[in-house]
């Protein structure tokens, strides 16, 4: 899912378990003890390398659903029968499964819990006043009351019952549903059971559902027409896990799903001037498709650039007649975690393949669907946007694992399910019939193309329990669409995933761990989202070096695909895989709200006495007389006070042509006394580093900020040359406070100015401290403050330009 809106939180404290009971005297904090005490113990299912044990296992649900479309009502009917496979070690006496429409039910959990005005909110933000001014209310939320009051909808549960059997007792508990077997299902064993099921489908633009339809009352067809996206729309099964049993967590909103694969053949029955599109490989093309969109689609498969199975003229030619009767479309999808479709009369259609050789999906139809409101933004971005997802993260994990890879417009604004996502952004209509759109719409589109396409690796295929940890499908998933969009045009202003994004949320009071229940999390984006992913591109530009993360990474994708991952098992894989200790990383980035700040407060310079009188006391001369002036004698002088010894030239002595460092013959013999008294190997040593005559420098740092980080260096020499030295993390292991490092250069490279962290790679909250000597902070009076730097990506200079 794509998060637009930043919302408001507040302060949590820290869970004990995240820092570790720690008994040390004095201050210090150990930030590089082991996380063996907070993580789970490995076990047969899960080993201690991150990677499944040997007796893992994990249950099977393959669903046979035909679903009808009653556009009339507005409302969804449908026969399911399910098989669900036990393969786990445990005898269950009951299933439990999903209901996840009943959260749109007015006594929901979800609905009853809604805290007004508080951060964890649905929908657009609300105001319950505060300092003093009265709560408000937004259009929005009352548009949402009003179709909460005007529609019933959750499901209506016709009947349960086993497939050659009878009705089975069921449970409705908020949005799970528990099964009672008439005999337990023992390990190995498998059940079939039927649901039948209707539910009315609910406006996402006045609910905020991830799914629903979208109504256009301005199109020409008398009433208008309606894209339909459905997705949560089918009772799922609850996950049975190694590590949680049945994961009986109710769907707040929030946290999205944690699901079973299995196979799925579906069919829908829907107006017949309708286009489906649809998670799976459409079974039936010969009935729903005309010859010439046969044609078209066999054409795109081997095409350069996407081909119209729809145009846009014939979708919208489409929109302006009516059905004159249903069609059914019928789509089959082997191992996916969850299906999702869209219909509508308004869809223009393309298709182009994508070449995976040696893959088992060797050709992968990428494809896109959108009304006449997407415009050239659709023609021009979206299937290309898949198709170069496909090839970025292809790279990082594994080959496509499906045959078809889908980009829907609809009413969501992003939303991700196995081979098909829907996407929201869209052009707007001029008043002289042109349709344009501004920058930030066109990066919107891109953006969610590759991030919603993404999530069909993370967590479709590497199955990560999103309704408890949205860090793990989407850290990585931005991380990846951060690397993916740079490598689209990285001049494009893209923004929110790298370390430098995450400063301001990083230092701001708002803030709970990563590892918080995602329903629990209050500023979701740059929590989930921002956050980890800028802690994977430390890791991989800074910490562990591109080639090893990538390895890493890879790694992980490899062992969990088509799996399920815990935190633990991720943490353990990248470790392993890099070969690095990175548990420091983990506590600190994953398990505390710490940021990084690290000063270099201090530079010393020194410089190896020679202990020969005849060198070391002249540089002492020459020292002293590089102080400045007593400012006494200087304003003294200004006065022009007459000087004693001045005005009576004849009161002089050995003093007056002498001073403390001339040279006696004392001294020498001193020297010649020292250099005697040396062991040959000091002599050795001596000798040598009086004559190598180096530079030695000695830099403290402070860390402000708590997260130990890296120490990277840009070193600049008095003879232009400059150097960049990384000093790694764990140089804080023995003081996280305070460090000093000694750095020895050549005679003649003396230290004109050192920057730390050069290129901003660690999300270093105060550059200012980072500057030896400190430098003049550069800063400009805003003359465009009004309509600065984001006001003007979101302004439609497509239009404004063409009035010129
Ligand atoms: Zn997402």
């Known amino acids: 899912m794509r998060l637009a809106t930043i919302l408001l939180c507040f302060l949590l404290a820290l869970p004990a378990s995240a820092q570790g009971i720690q008994q040390t005297k004095g201050n210090f904090e150990d930030k590089f003890r082991q996380l063996d005490e907070v993580l789970p113990d490995p076990n047969v299912y899960r080993n201690a390398s991150g990677a499944p044990g040997h007796q893992y296992w994990q249950q099977e649900a393959d669903y046979t659903i035909k679903a009808r479309l009653d556009e009339d009502r507005r409302r969804l009917s449908a026969e399911s029968t399910i098989r669900y496979t036990n393969n786990s070690p445990d005898t269950l006496p009951w299933i439990w499964l999903q209901l996840d429409q009943n959260i749109f039910r007015t006594d929901s959990m979800a609905e009853l819990t809604d805290d007004f005005g508080g951060p964890g909110r649905r929908g657009p933000a609300v105001s319950t006043g505060g300092g003093g001014e009265p709560a408000r209310l937004s259009l929005e939320e009352v548009r949402r009351q009003q179709a909460m009051e005007d529609n019933e909808y959750g499901y209506e549960i016709r009947s349960v019952r086993l497939v050659n059997g009878g009705d089975l007792p069921h449970t409705i508990v908020g949005t799970l549903m528990r099964i009672d077997l008439p005999t337990p299902l023992e390990p190995g064993q498998s059940v079939e059971f039927a649901i039948d099921f209707d539910f ?14 979208e109504h256009f009352p301005d199109d020409p067809r008398p009433g208008g027409n309606d894209i339909y996206l459905f997705a949560q729309w089918f009772p799922r099964l609850v996950a049975y896990s190694d590590y949680e049993g049945w994961h009986n967590k109710e769907f707040l909103g ?11 053949d579906v069919t829908m029955t829907v107006p017949d001037d309708h286009i489906v599109a649809s998670t799976g490989v459409l079974q039936n093309p010969t009935e729903v498709l005309t010859a010439q969109q046969r044609q078209r689609l066999e054409r795109a498969r081997s095409a350069d650039e996407p081909v119209f199975i729809v145009t846009p003229q014939e979708a919208e030619a489409n929109e302006r007649t009516g059905p004159s009767g249903t069609k059914t ?41 959108w009304p006449k409101e997407g415009g050239e933004l659709w023609r021009k971005y979206s299937t290309a946007a898949v198709v170069h997802t496909m090839k970025v993260y292809s790279r990082f994990s594994f080959d496509y694992p499906y045959p078809t890879a889908q980009s829907v417009n609809g009413p969501v604004g992003g939303m991700e399910y196995p081979m098909i996502t829907f996407n929201g952004p869209r052009t707007t209509l001029n008043d002289d019939g042109t349709r344009t759109y501004s ?4 990066m919107f589109l891109v953006g969610v193309v590759i991030h919603e396409i993404g999530h069909i690796y993370f967590p479709m295929t590497v199955n990560s329990d999103e309704r408890q940890w949205t860090w793990m499908d989407e850290g990585i998933n931005s991380f990846l669409d951060s690397v993916a969009g740079y490598e689209w045009d990285p001049d494009m202003p893209w923004g929110g995933s790298i370390p430098r994004d995450l400063i301001p949320y990083m230092v701001s009071n708002n803030q709970v761990p990563i590892m918080t229940q995602s329903d629990s999390v209050l500023n979701l984006g740059p929590n989930a989202y921002g956050k980890p992913s800028a802690a994977y591109h430390i890791l991989r530009d800074t910490v562990i070096g591109r080639e090893r993360f990538d390895f890493a990474l890879k790694e992980y994708a490899r062992r969990w695909k088509f799996k399920r991952p815990t935190p633990a098992d991720f943490f353990r894989t990248i470790e392993e895989a890099s070969g690095t200790d990175l548990d420091w990383f983990w506590r600190g980035w994953f398990y505390t709200t710490d940021h990084v700040d690290i000063s270099l407060d201090s530079i010393y310079k020194m410089r190896i006495d020679t202990e020969n009188p005849d060198i070391d006391l002249s540089r002492r001369r020459a ?6 002036a007593k400012i006494g004698v200087l304003l003294n002088e200004e006065q022009d006070l007459p000087i004693w ?51 030695y420098y000695v830099l403290t740092f402070s860390n402000k900020g708590g997260l130990v980080m890296p120490i990277i260096l840009g070193l600049t020499f008095t003879d ?13 292991r023995r003081n996280p406070r305070e460090v000093s490092k000694l750095l020895v250069f050549d005679k003649g490279k003396e230290l004109q100015q050192v920057v730390l962290d050069p290129n901003w790679e660690t999300a270093d909250a105060d550059i200012e401290n980072n500057y030896y000597p400190r430098r003049i902070i550069p800063s400009r009076i805003d003359a465009y403050k009004s309509e600065g730097g984001n006001s003007r990506l979101s302004r439609d200079l497509m239009n404004e330009a063409a009035g010129e």
């Open 200 to 213: 009315n489908i609910v406006e996402e633009n006045a609910i905020y559902a991830r799914s629903g339809y």
């Open 329 to 369: 479309w019928h789509f089959a999808a082997e191992n996916v975690r969850d299906f999702a479709w869209g219909s509508s009369r308004k869809f223009a259609w393309d298709a182009q393949g994508h070449k995976q050789p040696g893959a088992e999906n060797e050709t992968v139809i990428a494809m896109s669907f």
């Open 439 to 442: 920058l930030s719409e066109k």
């Open 645 to 695: 010894v001045l005005e009576h030239p004849g009161i002089t002595d050995y003093y007056d042509e002498n001073d403390q460092f001339t040279v006696t013959p004392k001294d020498r013999e001193r020297y010649t006394s020292f250099l005697e008294g040396l062991e040959p190997w000091e002599r050795k040593v001596f000798d040598r580093a009086v004559k190598e005559d180096k530079n």
């Open 254 to 264: 929030r946290g999205e799903f944690t699901l079973e694969f299995g196979d799925y």
């Open 623 to 628: 020292e002293l007389a590089s102080d400045p």
């Open 720 to 732: 232009g040359s400059t150097e960049k030295m990384t000093i790694p993390a764990e140089i804080w």
